[in-house]
C-alpha cells in the first residue's frame, strides 16, 4: 500500500477478512475497531464507535493499542539507569496507560495482506517522558483457526517498555451486558489494589474468594461481592499473575460462544467495565455499565515501583515481544 497524506491515514480503516474472522483496524492508534466472527452473517463481538473522530473523543480506550507502558504508574515518576523520569499525570498524581500516548497517535500502514496487517509508529526520545526513540510494530494477522495481535519494540537507548490491547467484549454482541459471561482464567494470585488502584505489592491467593476463576465463574459475582476488593471498584478491575497456561476462556451461554485468549505475557488485567456510562452511542447500542469487559495481557501494573514484579525495562539492543490470540467457537454447549 502507497504513502498516503496524514489526512487518508488519519481516517484509514483497514479490514482483514477470511471465512471465519473479519478484523478492522484504525491507522489511528492502531485500534481494533471490529472483531467479527461468521455466524449467520457477520457479527462484531466488542465494544466499537462507528467514526475515527468518537475514537479521538473516547475516554475507554475502545480497542486501542496501549503503551508505552499499560496500567498506572505510581506518582508519575520512575528510576533508571540513576535517573528520575517524570511522566504526565493524567489520572489524579499517577500516570495511566502511557498518558498521551499509542493510543492517540496516528501509526503508518507498512506491510498489508488480505489476512495480515502491520502498522508501524516511531515514538521519539522524551515523548510523555520516557528515554529512547522507541520503533513499534503492531501486527494483526487472521488465520484458518484464530486472529492473533503481536506488538515489538526496540529502543536506543534504555527505557521501559510494557503494551497491552484494550477491547472490550460483549460475546453477545452488544444484546445484554457481560454480567452473565463465565470466565476461566489459569491463575492462583492476584494483586491487591489500593484506594488509588495502584497495586499494593501484595500478590494475594485467590482461594476461597471472587477472585477464584480457575474453574470459572460469572462475571456477575464481582459487582455482588462483600470483599472489599470488589467494593473497591464495582466488580473486578485486578491483575491476576497466570499458572499452569497463560490462558482465559470467556463464554456466554445466551449464544454459545466461547473466546479462547492465549498470551505470552505472564499476567492478565480483567477489567469489567465499572466505569461505562449509560448514555455513549456504540454501535453496538448506547452504553452501560458493564457493558462490555476487557482482558488486558501485560506485566503487573506499576512494576516501575516494585521489585517483586517481573521488570519492564527495555535494555538497548533488546527487542520487547508480545503476542496474543483469540480463538472464537460458536455452538458450545457446557
Not at 523520569?85 to 498524581?93: I, Q, S, V
Not at 466461547?258 to 466505569?275: C, D, E, F, K, R
Request: aromatic share 10%; hydrophobic share 30%.
Amino acid at each position: 500500500m502507497k504513502r498516503q497524506t496524514e489526512e487518508y491515514i488519519k481516517n484509514s480503516t483497514i479490514t482483514l477478512q477470511n471465512d471465519l474472522y473479519r478484523l478492522k483496524v484504525l491507522t489511528y492508534g492502531a485500534t481494533l475497531q471490529e472483531l467479527s466472527i461468521q455466524e449467520d452473517g457477520w457479527q462484531n463481538i466488542v465494544l466499537s464507535y462507528d467514526s475515527v473522530e468518537e475514537y479521538v473523543q473516547d475516554s475507554y480506550y475502545l480497542g486501542a493499542t496501549i503503551g508505552r507502558v499499560a496500567g498506572r504508574i505510581e506518582n508519575s515518576t520512575f528510576d533508571l539507569g540513576g535517573e528520575t523520569y517524570t511522566l504526565p499525570a493524567n489520572e489524579g498524581d499517577h500516570h495511566l496507560h502511557g498518558g498521551d500516548g499509542l493510543h492517540c497517535r496516528i501509526w503508518t500502514v507498512d506491510q498489508v495482506t488480505p489476512d495480515c496487517l502491520t502498522l508501524r509508529y516511531i515514538s521519539p526520545d522524551g515523548e510523555n517522558g520516557y528515554a529512547g526513540t522507541l520503533h513499534v510494530r503492531a501486527t494483526f494477522e487472521l488465520t484458518d483457526q484464530d486472529v492473533s495481535i503481536t506488538y515489538e519494540a526496540t529502543t536506543d537507548q534504555d527505557t521501559v517498555c510494557d503494551m497491552t490491547n484494550h477491547t472490550y467484549f460483549n460475546l453477545s454482541g452488544g444484546e445484554r451486558d457481560i454480567l452473565n459471561h463465565e470466565l476461566t482464567l489459569s491463575a492462583d494470585r492476584y494483586a491487591e489494589l489500593k484506594d488509588d488502584l495502584i497495586p499494593t505489592g501484595q500478590l494475594s491467593a485467590v482461594d476461597g474468594t471472587p477472585f477464584d476463576f480457575r474453574s470459572g465463574r460469572v462475571l456477575a459475582d464481582g459487582p455482588s461481592s462483600h470483599h472489599p476488593q470488589n467494593q473497591l471498584v464495582n466488580g473486578y478491575d485486578h491483575p491476576f499473575v497466570f499458572k499452569d497456561k497463560n490462558e482465559a476462556i470467556l463464554y456466554d451461554p445466551d449464544t454459545r460462544r466461547q473466546l479462547t485468549l492465549s498470551t505470552t505475557a505472564p499476567a492478565i488485567v480483567l477489567y469489567s467495565g465499572n466505569q461505562i456510562n449509560n448514555h455513549t452511542p456504540l454501535r453496538e447500542g448506547t452504553s452501560r455499565t458493564y457493558y462490555g469487559l476487557c482482558l488486558e495481557p501485560q506485566h503487573l501494573p506499576n512494576a516501575v515501583h516494585q521489585d517483586a514484579f517481573p521488570s519492564i525495562v527495555l535494555r538497548a539492543g533488546e527487542t520487547y515481544k508480545w503476542q496474543t490470540t483469540y480463538r472464537v467457537e460458536t455452538g458450545v454447549s457446557r
